[in-house]
Nanobody, 122 residues
Framework: QVQLLESGGGLVHAGGSLTLSCVAS????????MAWYRQAPGKTRELVAK???????NYGDGLEGRFGISRDVYKNTAYLHMNVVNPEDTAVYYC????????????????WGKGTLVTVAS
């Protein structure tokens, strides 16, 4: 059973920084793309940042420059580095991973964490 466990959320003041972590565990062969999404109250879930296994990253609109995504392939862990946060960054942040069950699995299965709440106080 694959699980994604996020950590690092909490209360941060505007202008501050925060780093979120996501660890994948369970039975799998490898992990492809990993990503962070967020959902603010009353809004739809949106992409924050995505990173391939090879380290290529891309970001949601307007977030590159303040946010950075990284991963440790050997630790099955992805990180979201949040800088100069503002109240509009308040949301539940979800970890995503495309997980492959075997070496011949060409499609993988999408997995989601349960989310970690980030609250930015003005």
């Amino acid at each position: 059973q694959v699980q994604l466990l996020e950590s690092g959320g909490g209360l941060v003041h505007a202008g501050g920084s925060l780093t979120l972590s996501c660890v994948a565990s369970g039975g799998f062969y490898s992990i492809g793309d990993m990503a962070w999404y967020r959902q603010a109250p009353g809004k739809t879930r949106e992409l924050v940042a995505k990173i391939t296994r090879g380290g290529t990253d891309n970001y949601g609109d307007g977030l590159e420059g303040r946010f950075g995504i990284s991963r440790d392939v050997y630790k099955n862990t992805a990180y979201l580095h949040m800088n100069v946060v503002n109240p509009e960054d308040t949301a539940v942040y979800y970890c995503y991973a495309r997980v492959y069950g075997s070496w011949y699995d060409n499609s993988g299965i999408d997995h989601w964490g349960k989310g970690t709440l980030v609250t930015v106080a003005s």
